[in-house]
């Protein structure tokens, strides 16, 4: 029961975050389509990193374990991005 409790919470803080850095604005949004203004691109790769330094250090200390992944279906993910970048370019968010 705690793990949903903690996966609740620190999705919460990291929407938080991403409203206090003004990252939910449609200009914001619009303007990384438009190669202007690369603060969601960074906060999300920061946001990234920080996820994977925390899981490969905790992966270190012997306290989880990776589930292997099975094989992607290329053509499937590549179309699936296609359609969802271009629906969230087109609507501006």
């Known amino acids: 029961m705690a793990v949903p409790l903690i996966t609740l ?3 919460a803080c990291f929407g938080f ?3 206090k850095a003004g990252l939910t604005k449609y200009h914001k949004i619009v303007n ?3 190669l202007t203004d690369m603060a969601v691109l960074q906060f999300m790769m920061t946001a990234l990193v920080v996820a994977m330094i ?3 250090g905790l992966r270190g200390l012997g306290l989880i ?3 292997t992944v ?3 279906y290329i053509v499937g993910n590549l179309v699936g991005g296609l359609i969802f970048g271009v629906g969230m370019a087109l609507t501006g968010y």
Do not use: K
């Open 32 to 34: 990384v389509f438009r």
């Open 17 to 19: 975050s991403l409203n």
């Open 54 to 56: 925390g899981l490969y």
């Open 65 to 67: 374990t990776f589930p």
């Open 70 to 72: 099975p094989a992607t």
């Open 9 to 11: 919470f620190l999705g």
